[in-house]
């Protein structure tokens, strides 16, 4: 069934049309998360969000793009907000540590995009901080990178989910590159 008959189901009423379209789309829009979140729990979290979202403003696509261009802005909104909302919780986390002092051993080892919890220990200090240097990176170019290399666009469709210019998620790719690379020289010259 093509995308546009799925949502003309979905306005009618017929549930079985959306549990197509979450099929058809998990693997896209779970791979978006992941590759902003890090995080196989919070991204499986978040892909139920971005699936609840589709469904109540479904009347709202006015088919302008493809229904996966809308999809992964919806996946990549939701990601943000995430990761912004996690960022105030991680700070609480540590002045509550600072001031009760709750022992690093003690916390949980996140199961990151790249290692496990059950990876070598160095596989898993090596994925967190490529995820913490990708989480450093402006909002354009963490989105363009991460649409780039984890859910493998083409610039051109980059360009589509974050409607601008081919030239400009160029610049966004090449510039967060460069970022990368000085963040990770730094971390490997300190610690190897």
Request: glycine share 4%.
């Amino acid at each position: 069934m093509k995308d546009q008959e799925l949502i003309e189901q979905i306005l009618s009423g017929n549930q079985s049309a959306f549990r197509l379209l979450v099929d058809k789309y998990q693997v896209l829009v779970f791979n978006t998360c992941i590759g902003f979140v890090g995080n196989r729990q919070s991204a499986e979290d978040l892909s139920q969000e971005v699936f609840i979202e589709t469904y109540r403003s479904i009347e709202k696509f006015r088919g302008d793009a493809k229904l996966s261009t809308w999809l992964y802005r919806i996946s990549v909104n939701k990601s943000l907000n995430y990761i912004r909302d996690h960022k105030k919780h991680n700070m609480v986390r540590s002045l509550e540590r600072f001031f009760y002092g709750e022992k690093e051993e003690n916390l949980e080892i996140e199961d990151h995009v790249f290692g496990t919890a059950d990876a070598p220990l160095e596989q898993q200090q090596h994925a967190s901080e490529l995820h913490k240097a990708i989480s450093t990176l402006p909002d354009n170019q963490r989105i363009a990178f991460t649409l780039n290399k984890f859910d493998d666009l083409s610039y051109k469709q980059i360009a589509e989910v974050m409607d601008v210019s081919l030239s400009t998620i160029e610049s966004l790719i090449h510039r967060a590159k460069k970022n990368l690379q000085k963040r990770l020289a730094t971390y490997y010259k300190e610690n190897f």
